[in-house]
């Protein structure tokens, strides 16, 4: 009786298997366990802050220390899964030591750098001190190149002179109201940064 090229499949499927778990064996490693990280941790859903297409994703948290994060399973938009950034946000807050311990991130700025104009120096400023200043050029380039009417004699009312770039970190409503702000100062260069 000949063997049928079904079979064939069948029995090499079948003996490669074998042989594969057999040359594997099974080792038994004893006082190696250590307990998974997130053991205690809560669990804290929360959207992915990097573009407008809203991943969900699951923060583990204990002690007021972010141990751990990774795509919802149970969100509708990404079911689980993560782009490059999103599997990354971990690091944006934390990083591990030498020891694997969670450590801040060292690359994180936390505090307001400013360098003055001419000067290879930055310094720090407070927020108040930063914020006044951001207003006042904002204020010195409107008054210095606003346009209420073009060459055609075209009511205008704007400035080319700022330009602003929305953020996928702000939600729907922060998002319209810098819009609104931006429109009522006259800037017609607005983009976002959440285009893919």
Avoid at 150 to 158: A, C, S
Wanted: hydrophobic share 35%; net charge neutral; glycine share 8%.
């Amino acid at each position: 009786m000949g063997l049928t090229r079904r079979d064939f499949f069948k029995v090499t499927g079948v003996s490669v298997t074998a042989a594969s778990l057999t040359s594997m064996g099974v080792k038994k490693v004893h006082g190696s366990y250590q307990p998974v990280r997130i053991n205690y941790a809560k669990e804290i859903t929360t959207i992915c802050p990097f573009c407008s297409v809203g991943c969900g994703i699951i923060c583990h948290v204990q002690d007021g220390k972010l141990l751990n994060t990774e795509g919802d399973p149970d969100h509708p938009i990404n079911e689980g899964t993560l782009c490059s950034k999103g599997a990354a946000l971990f690091n944006m807050v934390n990083t591990y030591d030498e020891k694997g311990s969670i450590v801040p991130n060292p690359e994180r700025l936390t505090k307001v750098k400013y360098r003055p104009p001419n000067s290879g120096e930055w310094k720090e400023l407070s927020w108040e001190e930063a914020l006044d200043k951001i207003a006042d050029r904002i204020k010195q380039t409107r008054d210095n190149t606003f346009e209420q009417q073009d060459e055609n004699g075209v009511t205008v009312n704007r400035t080319k002179a700022i330009a602003h770039l929305g953020s996928a970190m702000c939600n729907n409503e922060e998002n319209y109201l810098y819009h609104k702000l931006i429109r009522a100062l006259g800037v017609i260069n607005i983009d976002h940064c959440a285009r893919l």
